[in-house]
């Protein structure tokens, strides 16, 4: 009886470990033909845990480096993984919230290629994924000041490649180089993707105020002349006078406006933008 007892406690415990392996240690990851492919998380049961990120909604996210050093990125509430399959080495080199998602771009080493990057757009269980870089360089990434866009420069010659991340897209455009930036510079952007060096205007569009232009306030309009009166052919001769005077006054004040204006410098000019689209991902599938 007892015997029997044991043996049924012990079928139990197995049964209850199996099913935390199942929970803890199985993952979902793409099979490249648009389905899935269920099979253990190694990364989770065997792995080393890289670095974590909080999401906006308080969840985290894993980098994680399995047994055969393989990285992947795995949230605290979802079976399905991202995996980063042709990295070497990877980390989380900067986490944003920019509108309602949280932006995660990762920088990894790929066999012959130095610096490439995976932007990553969560909210919720629903990734977006997008691939990026040059190999050669880290980009300068900047937050707008109403966090709603990201702007991500990489050096291209004597212009820069920017990634603008907004509205849950990543436009891609090409737009002059700022006053004071060297895309000479080495490194171009230090480990957390920050300038080296002076700071990249934002440009119109991109979601900030600096580079907009205001205008000045237009010009008070001269007080009418006062009428003369009937039968003062006197002054009327001087009045007239004045009168053409002061209708020639704006034309002369105008000009040092306008040559102040044409010598300001001109905002940096952006191309047309076009859209890269991403790989979704939904982590609950």
Known sequence: MYKSFASARWRKLV????????????????NGRGGVMVGLDTAELFGTPMSTFRLRDGTEGTLRKDPKGKYSIKLSQAFRVVPLDKAITARVARVENVGER????V?????????????????????????????KDRPRVELASDAKSLNIDFPNYNRLSRMIYTDNRLLNASVAVPPGVDTRAQPFADDALRAT????????GSGSDSGRVIPAPPAAAPAPSAAPKAGSRASAKPRRQESQARAAAPAVSSLPAQRSAASAPAAPMIFQAEEIKPVVIDLRK
Do not use: H
């Not at 949280?102 to 771009?105: G, H, K, Q, S």
């Not at 060096?197 to 119109?204: D, E, H, S």
């Open 15 to 30: 049964l209850s470990l199996a099913a935390g392996v199942l929970l803890t240690g199985c993952a979902m990851t793409p």
């Open 102 to 105: 949280t932006v995660v771009i």
């Open 107 to 135: 920088e990894t080493k790929e066999r012959n290629c130095a610096y490439r990057y995976e932007v990553l757009a969560f909210q919720g269980t629903d990734v977006l994924q997008w691939t990026v870089g040059n190999c």
């Open 197 to 204: 060096g002076p700071v990249i205007a934002t440009l119109p």
